[in-house]
Nanobody
Framework: QVQLVESGGGLVQPGGSLRLSCAPS????????MGWYRQAPGKERELVAA???????NFGDSVKGRFTISRDNAKNTVYLQMNSLKPEDTAVYYC??????????WGQGTQVTVSS
């Protein structure tokens, strides 16, 4: 069973940056969309960013202009560069992968805490 492994979370001060990475433990074929959701305590899970196989991207309104998403198709890896972080960005971040004819893959989640 292929799993998604996330890394890069942690504690950062407001205004700082973090880079999250997400890679599968094995090969996933026919990947379409890769992306990130987040969930803060007491809130619903929300889409942060997604990148489709053609390179087009989609961002949640709260992160537009601050976050970027990229992918390395050779490594099946997706990255989330988070800049100008705010306390309200504090959440558990989950990566996901959509591949043809397969249920969505989810990562285990990585904590991002923005605090002084």
């Amino acid at each position: 069973q292929v799993q998604l492994v996330e890394s890069g979370g942690g504690l950062v001060q407001p205004g700082g940056s973090l880079r999250l990475s997400c890679a599968p433990s094995g090969r996933i074929f026919r990947i379409n969309t890769m992306g990130w959701y987040r969930q803060a305590p007491g809130k619903e899970r929300e889409l942060v960013a997604a990148i489709i196989s053609d390179g087009s991207t989609n961002f949640g309104d709260s992160v537009k202009g601050r976050f970027t998403i990229s992918r390395d198709n050779a490594k099946n890896t997706v990255y989330l560069q988070m800049n100008s972080l705010k306390p309200e960005d504090t959440a558990v971040y989950y990566c996901y992968v959509d591949a043809s004819f397969r249920p969505r893959y989810w990562g285990q989640g990585t904590q991002v805490t923005v605090s002084s």
